[in-house]
């Protein structure tokens, strides 16, 4: 067993060195289908939240029993019995953000950075520590997707959550909100967090000198 | 139950691969439609695994969910006994090509697997029973949507290897830049949303 990682680097891990929007480019799919609204993604990001810290804490606590060969299909079962439970859960409490994200609840299952924490960090670690890894990247994940939603939303419509900012003489760009403005405005945030990062090491490289 | 009917099978065609193409309308199976497509022969071939993987999924989930799930009304069970179809078969296609064809096999490395999280094959057979396609209609939903997919990966990696060669700024390298080629494509789809 290696070293036990402290739980706020582990914590903040998530949000920023290793975001799992902006830093691995795992989980395009949602990222892409859900940020047309702010209100959409926070809702996708909670619910990929609560899947992610439910799935790791059960998987660490599984990780001496469950056989090499096949951990996979079994990561895939506890993954798949969260989601079912936020499946069930938001159809009986929030209709309507059921109805508007529709199959994307179902496909978390197959978000890809569900499986890979539980590849990479709960089959390794405590339990304690896998469910705060399964919160911080949980939260990273809200937070990069929140902000894709807030620039195609106030960009598209001139509104945040269904809240107009621009006013009415606002001429909305209609493309962001539509299907490929998704692929675009991912493409350019993910840029410029590229160059935001990179200035940031390159300030730290010069301040080690 | 939906019906396709024999008349309608062309329409559905053109309807799967360009108007609701899975990558640029439903947004399924973005994850190996940006890490598979550097090379135009790696794509094809995912693609075509995918369309073969697809197409099965689509058989056995319809098979199981209007066999078993609905007459029992294990509905809310779908999710997690679809998975573990795709999960199987996903491994039988493993076997297979390991045997058949070791140069593919070695060529799509890692993506083999990742076909089971590929969210484009859960995401058909969840579109199928949402959208209660009898059998044989599910299954050429499955297909003609892979076959969406097949274009759309190696349109898509055509592109990239232009990309390689030419000067794009350090930050927009990889990823960055091919959502942005993406994105311009979708616009080009969306001319064919009319169609049908």
């Known amino acids: 067993m290696r070293n036990k990682p402290k739980l706020s680097s582990v914590f903040l891990n998530g949000i920023i060195t290793e975001n799992p929007t902006f830093r691995l480019v795992l989980g395009i799919c949602p990222t892409i289908a859900v940020t047309s609204g702010l209100i959409?993604?926070?809702?996708?990001?909670?619910?990929?939240?609560?899947?992610l810290v439910g799935s790791n804490f059960v998987i660490s606590l599984l990780r001496n029993v469950i056989p090499d060969k096949v951990r996979i299909p079994c990561f895939i079962v506890v993954i798949c019995t969260f989601v079912t439970l936020v499946q069930m859960l938001l159809q009986a409490f929030i209709p309507s953000l059921y109805a508007s994200l529709g199959m994307f609840i179902p496909l978390i299952v197959v978000n890809c950075i569900i499986l890979a924490r539980a590849e990479a960090f709960a089959s390794k670690n405590g339990p304690v520590a896998s469910a705060v890894d399964g919160l911080g990247m949980g939260i990273g994940f809200t937070l990069a997707i929140s902000i894709i939603a807030i620039v195609r939303e106030l960009l598209g419509t001139g509104c945040i959550a269904g809240i107009p900012i621009f006013g009415a003489?606002?001429?909305?760009?209609?493309?962001?909100?539509?299907?490929?403005?998704?692929?675009?405005?991912?493409?350019?945030?993910l840029g410029v967090a590229n160059i935001i990062m990179k200035r940031s090491e390159n300030k730290k490289a010069k301040e080690a000198k | 139950m939906e019906?396709?009917?024999c008349g309608n099978v062309l329409l559905f065609l053109v309807s799967c691969v360009l108007?609701?193409?899975?990558?640029?309308?439903?947004?399924l199976g973005c994850c190996p439609f940006l890490g598979v497509s550097s090379k135009v022969e790696t794509a094809a071939g995912m693609g075509m695994a995918v369309t073969f993987v697809m197409g099965l999924a689509s058989l056995f989930?319809?098979?199981?969910?209007q066999y078993v799930l609905f007459p029992l009304g294990l509905t809310y069970l779908s999710t997690i006994s679809f998975i573990l179809i795709i999960?199987?078969?996903?491994?039988?296609?493993?076997?297979?090509?390991?045997?058949?064809?070791?140069?593919?096999?070695?060529?799509?490395?890692?993506?083999?697997p990742l076909i089971t999280t590929n969210c484009a094959v859960l995401g058909v057979a969840t579109i199928n029973v949402s959208a209660q396609y009898d059998i044989l209609s599910s299954v050429l939903n499955g297909?003609?949507?892979?076959?969406?997919?097949?274009?759309a990966i190696v349109l898509m990696a055509g592109v990239r290897e232009r990309l390689e060669t030419s000067h794009i700024p350090e930050a927009f390298k990889g990823f960055p830049i091919g959502l942005f080629t993406a994105g311009?494509?979708?616009?080009?789809?969306?001319?064919?949303?009319?169609?049908?």
């Open chain 2, 184 to 196: 311009l494509m979708a616009v080009a789809f969306m001319g064919f949303s009319g169609l049908v």
């Open chain 1, 169 to 189: 003489g606002y001429d909305p760009m209609l493309i962001t909100i539509l299907a490929p403005g998704g692929f675009m405005v991912f493409g350019l945030t």
């Open chain 2, 61 to 65: 989930t319809s098979l199981v969910y």
């Open chain 2, 143 to 151: 297909v003609f949507s892979a076959l969406g997919f097949l274009l």
């Open chain 2, 3 to 5: 019906t396709v009917s």
């Open chain 2, 87 to 112: 999960a199987s078969l996903v491994q039988f296609v493993e076997m297979f090509l390991k045997k058949s064809s070791p140069a593919l096999y070695k060529s799509l490395g890692i993506y083999l």
């Open chain 1, 40 to 51: 959409n993604a926070i809702g996708m990001g909670a619910a990929a939240t609560f899947v």
């Open chain 2, 19 to 27: 108007s609701n193409n899975f990558i640029f309308s439903r947004f």
